[in-house]
């Protein structure tokens, strides 16, 4: 007897704290489950703010300024088109650029389409404005298509040019391979 309660004393006195570090333990496992919660619900609520949020604030901020930019004024511009393949002065056909005179308003931004259907490649050139469009060799049933854009930010009138040796006489003629861009306010 005397034994055995000696042997369970130790035993007796040993489990509180056993339980005690059980119970301390399974605290910490919960605090520290609490606390990667907490961090876990903490970033997912960051996170909604930075990207949710803001994600459509940009959309509703973008929309109205797409909506209010100002639309390019479209300018067609052939060369040599068909069916006469150019124009004809005195009898003679002449590569030419048609239009070769153009007015535009100051501020406003055009997008300038060159059709070349002529089997040479020519250029607009306009130095005032910093435009060298070179226009590829096309064909009568298929012209190569120049795109640019641009937007005449000082009145006058500009003269443009081809700046590849082409038709000497409408090189050196205003309204065929060279002419005039006349911006008005
Ligand atoms: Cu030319």
Not at 104 to 118: A, E, L, P, R, S
Request: net charge positive.
């Amino acid at each position: 007897m005397s034994s055995e309660s000696s042997v369970l004393r130790p035993s007796t006195s040993e489990q509180p704290r056993r339980v005690r570090g059980l119970v301390t333990l399974l605290l910490a496992t919960v605090y520290v489950a609490a606390v990667l919660f907490a961090l876990t619900a903490g970033v997912g609520w960051v996170w909604h703010r930075v990207t949710g949020p803001s994600a459509a604030t940009t959309v509703t901020a973008s929309a109205p300024a797409v909506a209010s930019a100002p639309k390019a004024v479209t300018v067609k511009l052939s060369i040599n088109p068909p069916p006469v393949g150019g124009v004809k002065v005195n009898g003679v056909v002449q590569d030419a650029f048609v239009p070769g005179l153009l007015t535009m308003t100051k501020g406003t931004t055009y997008d300038v389409v060159i059709y070349n259907y002529d089997a040479h490649a020519h250029t607009w050139t306009l130095p005032n404005f910093n435009i060298n469009a070179s226009t590829p060799a096309g064909s009568a049933s298929s012209p190569s298509v120049t795109h640019f854009t641009f937007t005449p930010k000082s009145t006058g009138t500009f003269q443009w040019f081809c700046a590849l040796p082409c038709d000497k006489w409408s090189m050196a003629t205003n309204g065929y391979m060279r002419g005039f861009l006349k911006v008005t306010a």
